[in-house]
């Protein structure tokens, strides 16, 4: 069964930093494109950063350009979300989700697979 399971959410104050990981289970993500989402209370979710299949392409949301880093190994079936110089409108459900590609540096706009959802709070 295709599983995505994000980890490392957490409380942090303003300006400090987190790692969040997307963990693939019961497939490869070789051949997948990952996205990042985050949802806010009372807000729609919205995308963060993706990474093409084979890492070659990134893409960044404008609020997040410069603070956050979106990495993968292929190997260790994981993608990674580095988060610095948080802020509290940072304070969200963080989501990975993966989209099956052909080609390695296509990015998609759409993903069929979800994970559950990692807390990130930003607070004093």
């Known amino acids: 069964q295709l599983q995505l399971v994000e980890s490392g959410g957490g409380l942090v104050q303003p300006g400090g930093s987190l790692r969040l990981s997307c963990a693939a289970s019961?497939?490869?993500?070789?051949?997948?494109?990952i996205g990042w989402f985050r949802q806010a209370p009372g807000k729609e979710r919205e995308g963060v950063s993706y990474?093409?299949?084979?890492?070659?392409?990134?893409y960044y949301f404008g609020s997040v350009k410069g603070r956050f880093t979106i990495s993968r190994d292929n190997a260790k079936n994981t993608v990674w979300l580095q988060m610095n110089s948080l802020k509290p409108e940072d304070t969200a459900v963080y989501y990975c989700?993966?989209?099956?590609?052909?080609?390695?540096?296509?990015?998609?706009?759409?993903?069929?697979?979800w994970g559950q959802g990692t807390q990130v709070t930003v607070s004093s």
């Open positions: 989700a993966a989209e099956r590609t052909i080609d390695g540096t296509y990015i998609p706009y759409e993903y069929a697979y």
């Open positions: 019961g497939f490869t993500l070789d051949y997948y494109a």
């Open positions: 990474i093409s299949s084979s890492g070659g392409r990134t």
